[in-house]
DNA sequence: CGGTTTTGACCTGCGC
DNA sequence: GCGCAGGTCAAAACCG
C-alpha cells in the first residue's frame, strides 16, 4: 500500500513535462539549434530520472516482498506467544495494538511519520479512556528517528512545547516525558514523547487534541495556506519546496485500500496488504534504507538544481 | 527576572 | 478496598 502511494508520489514528482518556456519561436538557425540541443538533454534526463524512477520502483517491490515475508513470521510467533500468554491484561494487550487503529499516515524526507486519527468512536473507549473523555479530540501519533544516544526527547514539530512531568512506565525502560502547548494558552493540546522500546532510536509523539491557534510557522506567512485541520505535527505539503514533503495515506477513505492497490497494480507493483502497522514497518523500512534515501534525494534534487531546468521554472 | 526543566508528591482510574 | 500505573501538579533549580 505505502509502496504504492510512495510509487505514486515520485511518479508524480519525477514525471518530467515540458517547462511552459521551452515553447518559443524557431525562426533564429543559432538559436533553433540550441533549443534542439536543450531538447536533447531534458530528453535524456528524462530517461535517466525515469530510470531511475523504475529502479526504486523495482527496489521498493523486493523490499515490500521481504517485508510482508517477515511480517507473516512475527504474526505466527507472536500468535503463539499470546497463546502462551493468556494472562496479559486486556488494557496491555489494547495498547499494543494501539497502532492499528490509526487511519492515517504520514511519511516526510527527513524519516519522520505521523499516523492520526479522530477517536470519535467507541473502539478506542477501552484502550484510552482518558482521551476520549473529550469526545472528538484528535489523537495522532509521530514518528522520528534520531540518535539512540541523544537522550533528549526533543522532537521538533514547529510547535512550541513546554515539558511538566516526566515518568517511566512499566512497559518501557526509557523515561516518558509530557508536554503542553506553550505557544498558546488555552490550547489544550499536549503530547508525550518516548522512546521506542524496540528500537531505542525511534521518538513516539503522541499528540492529544487540536491546536486552537495557527501554526507558529504560519504567524511569519500568512499566506501560507491551511492543511485542512491536520493537528499537532507540521502539516507538510508535497510541494517540492516544502521543507519536508509528505505522503499521505489517508486510511479513513474507504476506498482507499483499493485505489491503492489498483494503483500499485496498474504500476506493476505487487500490493502487499492494507495493514496500517504494515505500513508503519515499510516506512521505517523506507526511511532505514540509506539507498532509499540516496536514490530518492539525488531523484529529487537533480530535479531542483540543474540549472537549466531551474532557469525555465 | 521570566520562562523552562526537573523531580517528588499527589490524583485518578482500573483491575483484582 | 487496595495496589498499581499513568498522568498531573507545583516548588525548586536552572538558564539565557
Known amino acids: ?72 513470521q512475527v504474526r505466527d510467533m507472536s500468535s503463539k506467544a499470546l497463546e502462551k500468554e493468556p494472562a496479559l491484561s486486556r488494557k496491555r494487550k489494547e495498547e499494543s495494538l494501539n497502532l492499528d487503529d490509526c ?28 482521551q476520549c473523555k473529550f469526545p472528538g ?32 512506565t512499566r512497559d518501557n525502560p526509557c523515561p516518558r516525558a509530557y508536554f503542553k502547548c506553550s505557544f498558546a494558552p488555552s ?7 518516548q522512546r521506542s522500546a524496540d528500537d531505542r532510536s525511534l521518538l513516539v509523539a503522541t499528540y492529544d487534541g487540536e491546536h486552537n491557534h495557527p501554526h507558529p510557522s504560519q504567524t511569519n506567512m500568512p ?10 505535527p507540521v502539516p507538510y505539503s508535497l510541494s517540492l519546496s516544502s521543507a519536508s514533503p509528505t505522503v499521505t495515506l489517508d486510511l479513513t477513505r474507504p476506498r482507499f485500500v483499493q485505489e491503492a492497490t489498483d494503483m500499485s497494480s496498474r504500476q506493476g507493483i505487487n500490493s502487499t496488504g492494507s495493514h496500517p502497522f504494515l505500513v508503519e514497518q515499510m516506512a521505517t523500512s523506507l526511511v532505514k ?14 530535479r531542483i538544481l540543474k540549472p537549466s531546468l531551474a532557469g525555465k521554472w
Open 187 to 193: 490550547c489544550p493540546v499536549k503530547k508525550k514523547v
Open 289 to 302: 534504507d540509506p539507498k532509499f534515501t540516496t536514490a530518492l534525494v539525488a531523484a529529487i534534487s537533480g
Open 1 to 72: 500500500m505505502v509502496s504504492a502511494l510512495v510509487d505514486a508520489s515520485l511518479s508524480l514528482d519525477l514525471n518530467i513535462t515540458a517547462p511552459a518556456g521551452l515553447k518559443c519561436d524557431f525562426t533564429d538557425p543559432a538559436r533553433e539549434l540550441s533549443e534542439k540541443d536543450e531538447a536533447v538533454v531534458l530528453e535524456s534526463e528524462l530517461n535517466r530520472v525515469s530510470e531511475e524512477n523504475q529502479k526504486l520502483t523495482q527496489m521498493l517491490s523486493v523490499m515490500c516482498e521481504n517485508y510482508w515475508a517477515l511480517q507473516c
Open 137 to 168: 479530540s484528535k489523537i495522532s501519533k509521530l514518528y522520528v528517528r534520531t540518535d539512540p544516544s541523544d537522550s533528549t526527547l526533543l522532537v521538533k514539530d514547529g510547535y512550541q512545547w513546554r515539558k511538566y512531568g516526566q515518568k517511566v
Open 223 to 232: 499566506n501560507s495556506s491551511s492543511h485542512g485541520g491536520t493537528s499537532s
Open 103 to 130: 487511519s492515517k499516515l504520514e511519511v516526510n524526507r527527513n524519516g519522520v511519520y505521523h499516523i492520526s486519527h479522530v477517536d470519535s468512536s467507541s473502539s478506542e473507549e477501552s484502550a484510552c479512556k482518558k
